[in-house]
């Protein structure tokens, strides 16, 4: 039983947001004038349109979680990250509507060319560090944006227009099955979530976080950083590649700008204003700019971009190593000075001033 409530009491704040996102889409509902049973049949609403809001944050979620273990873990700077998610994409797209493959096969698929990915980033990982393999990996991501544009695979991904007419499998359809999507991505992000954790936890991820502090002494040591950073690079890629075939099962056209630097770019954002390296917060970063996104363009119209711009800024001034990251480094600040103000105000009214005696 002890080891229940410790249990309890360390993931409370993880249990209570799980719980909170799950009855989320019925209170929505409740709160918009629409009954329980409206809900479940899928009927058209606000509620229902939050729920697509809230699936498209679970999936950048995904994408943002990813980059952190890469960038924030293990301390690889990639600019090409967004490649995994768009091979992920278009590759679904593709073997759902053009070869007809079901969704098991699919899913085989797409695990596999997460490692192929993994692999490919890998082969310069012994020889090129820091910026340097940055660049290549935005070569490789500039190369793989300028396939899918091109006129010859135009059947297939189509071009700049994008992947259009994907058929949903049965029971997966994000008009008629909303409710049952927003649940299935919902479980994919606290599945990653809670995988990624033991990663970070493992001696793996030791390693992988040593690898990022001094990579040197990690070698000296006795450790091969260069198979520490492929585990993480395999599992970064396979959930990216996973999450793009979430993106292109719900969306009804696969766009080519989730192949370009432009979306990397935006997950590093995300990683920027949640927290680099702290996992929580790049999920946190991804629901805040979406949601920023949405409601700014909706308030504040073709200034939303300069808005957000603004608490961007706001965020790296005051915030300076994100939401996140700068709670986790304040924390024990703030509950000291949290304490001392307490015992203040117990001595005062202990000990009252003689003015108020008399």
Excluded at 153 to 164: A, C, F, H, K, R
Aim: hydrophobic share 55%; glycine share 10%; proline share 3%.
């Amino acid at each position: 039983m002890a080891s229940q409530g410790a249990y309890l009491k360390r993931n409370l704040g993880f249990l209570l947001t799980i719980g909170i996102l799950a009855a989320l889409p019925f209170a929505l509902a409740l709160i918009n004038g629409q009954s329980i049973a409206s809900l479940l049949a899928n009927e058209a609403g606000n509620a229902k349109f939050l729920q697509g809001l809230l699936i498209e944050i679970f999936i950048l979620a995904v994408f943002a979680i990813s980059y952190d273990l890469v960038l924030g873990v293990t301390g690889l700077l990639s600019f090409g990250h967004g490649m995994f998610f768009a091979f992920g994409a278009y590759l679904t797209g593709v073997l759902l509507k053009s070869f007809g493959w079901p969704l098991w096969q699919v899913l085989l698929g797409i695990v596999a060319v997460g490692v192929a990915q993994a692999l490919l980033f890998s082969i310069v990982l012994p020889r090129v560090k820091g910026i340097t393999f940055a660049l290549v990996t935005l070569g490789i991501a500039a190369v793989f944006d300028i396939l899918i544009k091109s006129q010859e695979l135009n059947p297939y991904t189509g071009s700049d227009v994008g992947l259009q007419g994907v058929p949903r499998p049965a029971g997966l359809s994000p008009v008629d099955d909303r409710l049952r999507f927003y649940y299935l991505a919902l479980l994919f992000a606290v599945v990653v979530y809670l995988v990624y954790k033991r990663f970070v936890d493992s001696p793996t991820g030791r390693v992988c976080i040593a690898s990022r502090e001094n990579e040197n002494r990690a070698l000296t040591v006795g450790f091969n950083t260069f198979y520490f950073k492929l585990a993480a690079l395999m599992v970064a890629s396979i959930t990216a590649a996973l999450a793009g075939m979430l993106h292109t099962l719900y969306k009804p056209i696969v766009s080519p700008e989730i192949a370009g630097l432009g979306f990397t770019v935006q997950g590093l954002l995300m990683l920027l204003i949640g927290g680099i390296g702290t996992l929580s917060g790049a999920m946190i970063g991804a629901a805040l700019l979406r949601l920023m996104e949405f409601y700014f363009a909706r308030w504040f119209g073709e200034s939303a971009g300069f808005v957000i711009g603004v608490v961007y800024v706001s965020i790296v001034l005051f915030l300076p190593y994100g939401i996140v990251g700068t709670w986790q480094l304040k924390r024990l600040q703030i509950k000291q000075g949290r304490e001392r103000l307490l015992s203040y105000i117990t001595n005062a009214r202990k000990n009252p001033v003689a003015g108020d005696s008399s």
